[in-house]
């Protein structure tokens, strides 16, 4: 947007005395002081553009409850921001922001406020003022350790403290009982990691969604199983091998994230987990999957990839309500005849696996997707993998199917369904060309007759082949046949 095109903006706003501005991915590098004249604005979208500062007049937006002035490039905040008196909504992240002004603290209406993506070290230490603050995002800063004033949020049901810089979580916030939204995941990369979690996190009574992923946890406290209202529980990549037997008592729980442990079972008493939808535990060293998950047959997505699966139960027919189900990366050679039961899967994620044969996945009525060749297979390919036809070369757009399809077949099955014409003969060699529009450029081959054995080879070699013998020797690596020693 243009000096000029804002300008026209801002003044059709003030003559509309509007309420709400949005200048979001406008390009904008300043505003004009004029913007402060729009006292009428409550809402003001600064999202998105290339802001190093804003007017020192900002403060006259008096009406304001809505301020987002992230994805910007700002350094600070306006240290009387606390002036903007009804602000409820403040969203500065993805800034480069160091410091906090303290006045921040005296925005007694704020409800919420996102710190999150900036350099901010500390927080100020009047932060239990924000007295009607009920969410806070601070991740993605360099900040390490909590203000002891923030316990006095009693409104506070939303904390994100994702990648904070510490070694051990904050003892102070299994004071903070009335949260019923905690993230704390940590980060191995950048060293942000926690090595325990306290037992006091059974506190935290009201909690409905935690998610404590990528620290470097081996076990979890027993306690956990006293979070009656959790419904949401995410401890992924961790390092745990068992899990603590009282998770099973979670009674209202509907999604747990397990994946990328170190895991080989699961406890018995999962089977008391009926209220499960979404279970993930992939990337674990499980290679079975215990009965007792049959028992949750509330279940509509159950993720299984990157472990050492070799078969999947008979009894997964019991799992209904199935609706998406990830295998990648398993051993698994052939699917039960019991996943026709599944009626209403409609995602299939099988790649990495051993499979030949798809015929049974036909039966699925509304089955759309599947995945596997790391493309979407479309349904005339859920077969056998053998009885796939050369011919749908001609007709299949998907550059990425074709591949597979040519992978799959073969070049000898290919060059006997559609024709291949020869065009040079050397000794045992045969180039080969196909003349049907079947790959993104034309498909050269060499046939061989190995003279021992007398079995047929057939290779692909670069189009710009123009002899048998050339052929022969770009596969050699550039050794011509004559200059291979005699074995015997």
Same mark, same amino acid.
């Given at each position: 947007m243009t000096k000029e095109e804002l300008a026209a903006v801002i003044e059709?706003?003030?003559?509309?005395?509007?309420?709400?501005?949005?200048?979001?991915s406008s390009s904008l590098t300043e505003l004009p002081d004029s913007i402060c004249q729009l006292t009428y604005l409550t809402r003001l979208n600064l999202r998105n553009n290339?802001?190093?500062?804003?007017?020192?007049?900002?403060?006259?937006?008096?009406?304001?409850?809505?301020?987002?002035?992230?994805?910007?490039?700002?350094? &600070?905040?306006?240290? &009387?921001?606390?002036?903007?008196?009804n602000l409820k909504y403040l969203v500065v992240s993805w800034n480069e922001i160091q410091i906090l002004p303290n006045n921040i603290c005296k925005l007694l209406n704020l409800q919420r406020l996102d710190l999150s993506k900036n350099y901010i070290k500390i927080l100020p230490?009047?932060?239990?003022?924000?007295?009607?603050?009920?969410?806070?995002?601070?991740?993605?800063?360099?900040?390490?350790?909590?203000?002891?004033?923030?316990?006095?949020?009693?409104?506070?049901?939303?904390? &994100?403290?994702?990648?904070?810089?510490?070694?051990?979580?904050?003892?102070?916030?299994?004071q903070m009982t009335s949260l019923t939204f905690l993230i704390m995941w940590g980060s191995q990369h950048y060293g942000n990691q926690f090595t325990q979690l306290s037992e006091s996190i059974s506190n935290l009574v009201n909690l409905r969604y935690l998610s404590i992923c990528g620290h470097d946890f081996k076990k979890i406290p027993e306690s956990i199983g006293n979070l009656s209202n959790l419904l949401y529980l995410y401890l992924g990549e961790n390092a745990l091998d068992t899990l603590p037997e009282r998770i099973c008592n979670l009674p209202n729980l509907k999604t747990l994230g397990i994946g990328i &442990?170190?895991?080989?079972?699961?406890?018995?008493?999962?089977?008391?987990?009926?209220?499960?939808?979404?279970?993930?535990?992939?990337?674990?060293?499980?290679?079975?999957?215990?009965?007792?998950?049959?028992?949750?047959?509330?279940?509509?997505?159950?993720?299984?990839?990157?472990?050492?699966?070799?078969?999947?139960?008979?009894?997964?027919?019991?799992?209904?309500?199935?609706?998406?189900?990830?295998?990648?990366?398993?051993?698994i050679d052939e699917l039960p005849d019991s996943?026709?039961?599944?009626?209403?899967?409609?995602?299939?994620?099988?790649?990495?696996?051993?499979?030949?044969?798809l015929s049974i996945l036909k039966s699925l009525p509304v089955l759309k997707t599947v995945r596997l060749f790391n493309t979407k297979l479309p349904r005339r390919y859920w077969m056998k993998f053998s009885d796939w036809n050369p011919e749908w070369l001609l007709d299949e757009e998907n550059a990425e199917i074709r591949k597979t399809l040519i992978e799959q077949v073969g070049y000898e099955k290919i060059c006997d369904k559609l024709g291949a014409i020869e065009i040079d003969t050397w000794r045992e060699y045969h180039l080969l060309k196909i003349n049907a529009d079947v790959d993104l450029e034309p498909i050269f081959l060499l046939k061989m007759t190995c003279p021992s054995t007398q079995h047929i080879h057939v290779l692909r070699v670069p189009p710009t082949m123009t002899s048998a013998e050339d052929a022969i020797v770009w596969i050699n690596h550039g050794i011509h046949p004559d200059n291979f020693a005699i074995q015997t």
């Amino acid at each position: 947007m243009t000096k000029e095109e804002l300008a026209a903006v801002i003044e059709k706003a003030k003559k509309d005395r509007s309420t709400s501005l949005d200048l979001s991915s406008s390009s904008l590098t300043e505003l004009p002081d004029s913007i402060c004249q729009l006292t009428y604005l409550t809402r003001l979208n600064l999202r998105n553009n290339e802001l190093t500062s804003l007017p020192k007049n900002i403060i006259n937006l008096k009406k304001l409850a809505r301020l987002d002035i992230s994805h910007n490039s700002l350094a &600070n905040i306006p240290a &009387n921001i606390d002036l903007l008196i009804n602000l409820k909504y403040l969203v500065v992240s993805w800034n480069e922001i160091q410091i906090l002004p303290n006045n921040i603290c005296k925005l007694l209406n704020l409800q919420r406020l996102d710190l999150s993506k900036n350099y901010i070290k500390i927080l100020p230490q009047n932060m239990g003022d924000l007295i009607s603050l009920k969410e806070l995002d601070i991740c993605c800063n360099q900040i390490s350790n909590l203000p002891n004033s923030i316990v006095n949020l009693n409104k506070l049901v939303s904390l &994100n403290m994702g990648d904070f810089e510490a070694s051990d979580c904050p003892g102070i916030i299994f004071q903070m009982t009335s949260l019923t939204f905690l993230i704390m995941w940590g980060s191995q990369h950048y060293g942000n990691q926690f090595t325990q979690l306290s037992e006091s996190i059974s506190n935290l009574v009201n909690l409905r969604y935690l998610s404590i992923c990528g620290h470097d946890f081996k076990k979890i406290p027993e306690s956990i199983g006293n979070l009656s209202n959790l419904l949401y529980l995410y401890l992924g990549e961790n390092a745990l091998d068992t899990l603590p037997e009282r998770i099973c008592n979670l009674p209202n729980l509907k999604t747990l994230g397990i994946g990328i &442990n170190q895991l080989t079972n699961l406890p018995d008493n999962l089977v008391k987990m009926t209220t499960l939808t979404r279970l993930n535990i992939s990337g674990n060293q499980i290679d079975h999957l215990p009965d007792s998950i049959v028992h949750l047959t509330n279940l509509i997505e159950l993720n299984l990839e990157s472990n050492s699966l070799t078969q999947l139960p008979t009894w997964i027919e019991r799992l209904t309500k199935i609706t998406k189900l990830k295998l990648e990366d398993n051993q698994i050679d052939e699917l039960p005849d019991s996943i026709k039961y599944l009626t209403k899967l409609t995602e299939l994620e099988l790649d990495g696996n051993l499979f030949t044969d798809l015929s049974i996945l036909k039966s699925l009525p509304v089955l759309k997707t599947v995945r596997l060749f790391n493309t979407k297979l479309p349904r005339r390919y859920w077969m056998k993998f053998s009885d796939w036809n050369p011919e749908w070369l001609l007709d299949e757009e998907n550059a990425e199917i074709r591949k597979t399809l040519i992978e799959q077949v073969g070049y000898e099955k290919i060059c006997d369904k559609l024709g291949a014409i020869e065009i040079d003969t050397w000794r045992e060699y045969h180039l080969l060309k196909i003349n049907a529009d079947v790959d993104l450029e034309p498909i050269f081959l060499l046939k061989m007759t190995c003279p021992s054995t007398q079995h047929i080879h057939v290779l692909r070699v670069p189009p710009t082949m123009t002899s048998a013998e050339d052929a022969i020797v770009w596969i050699n690596h550039g050794i011509h046949p004559d200059n291979f020693a005699i074995q015997t």
